[in-house]
């Protein structure tokens, strides 16, 4: 454990160091950069949002169009940044928890160049974001496989099952809503969000565990348990407000004058009633 902790607590600050300064810098200037269309097209979550997402695509751009130099088709790139999942699978599975954040934020970046690279080149097509979204899936249950590996011996691991089970309903939701003609990108635990909770709680565990080491205590993996708990209730949240959202948007269409409310139209008003009511006053 300590192997880990001095290993990775020295990048951890280099690199989290040089994150602060490009993310100040990218906040003075950031009018001077366009929004990038994966910003504009997705839901922003209040758990992650659009600057970050700006500014992440920003700090990426150099590798983006190196890739296009070294001529790497987008699917090719898809196919790489999945299999590479294997990698934070196996450093959750020994519970290299540092190195696997790392590992894991560098799939998501790697994976998320295709899209990129695709609109650079001009080949940007339908079965090419059908081929990416089925990889994503696959990436992130390798992902979830080393997780459980490590937990299977814990209570943990029933959280960990319902992250698999509610990440691969929250995106069934929105593609079968997408199948019968309604856009459906609510929700606050979407797969960027989800790669950011569990890669980040990773990255600084090391130095929890050397903070609890000072302190007397035996380290244990606080911050990837408190991750994969928020996920897996709120991955499942996610996927049941968005079928109640899709629920209530056909019932609406289908809806006859003077008929009483389904279920889901009386859970969603009753939803956006209560967030009329948060909201602050308009002066």
């Known amino acids: 454990m300590s192997n880990s902790i001095w290993v990775t607590i020295i990048p951890i600050l280099a690199i989290n160091t040089l994150f602060l300064i490009t993310i100040f810098y990218f906040a003075a200037t950031r009018e001077r950069h366009p929004v990038p269309e994966e910003v504009t097209s997705r839901h922003n979550s209040k758990m992650l949002s659009a600057f970050f997402k700006e500014y992440w695509y920003w700090l990426n751009d150099p590798a983006a169009r190196l890739l296009v130099g070294m001529r790497m088709s987008p699917n090719i790139i898809t196919f790489v940044g999945t299999v590479i999942n294997v990698l934070p699978a196996y450093l959750f599975a020994k519970g290299l928890f540092g ?21 650079i080149t001009g080949q940007s097509s339908k079965s090419g974001s059908f081929f990416d979204s089925v990889m994503d899936r696959f990436g992130e249950g390798i992902v979830m496989i080393g997780l459980a590996v490590y937990f299977r011996d814990s209570w943990v691991l029933y959280f960990v099952l319902a992250s698999i089970i509610g990440s691969m309903a929250v995106s069934y939701t929105r593609a079968r809503a997408e199948g019968i003609g309604i856009a459906c990108k609510e929700g ?94 308009v002066h």
């Open 99 to 119: 190195y696997a954040g790392w590992a894991m934020v560098w799939a998501a970046t790697f994976d998320m160049m295709d899209g990129k690279v695709a609109r």
């Open 188 to 281: 606050t635990m979407q797969r960027p969000e989800r790669i950011v909770y569990l890669g980040v709680s990773g990255i600084l565990q090391p130095i929890v565990d050397f903070f609890m080491i000072k302190l007397g205590y035996t380290p244990f993996p606080l911050l990837p348990i408190c991750a994969v708990c928020l996920v897996g209730v709120m991955t499942n949240g996610t996927a049941i407000y968005r079928m109640l959202y899709v629920m209530n948007t056909l019932d609406n269409q289908d809806h006859q004058p003077g008929q009483e409310d389904s279920f889901s139209q009386t859970i969603i008003k009753q939803l956006n009633h209560k967030d009329n009511q948060n909201r602050p006053p």
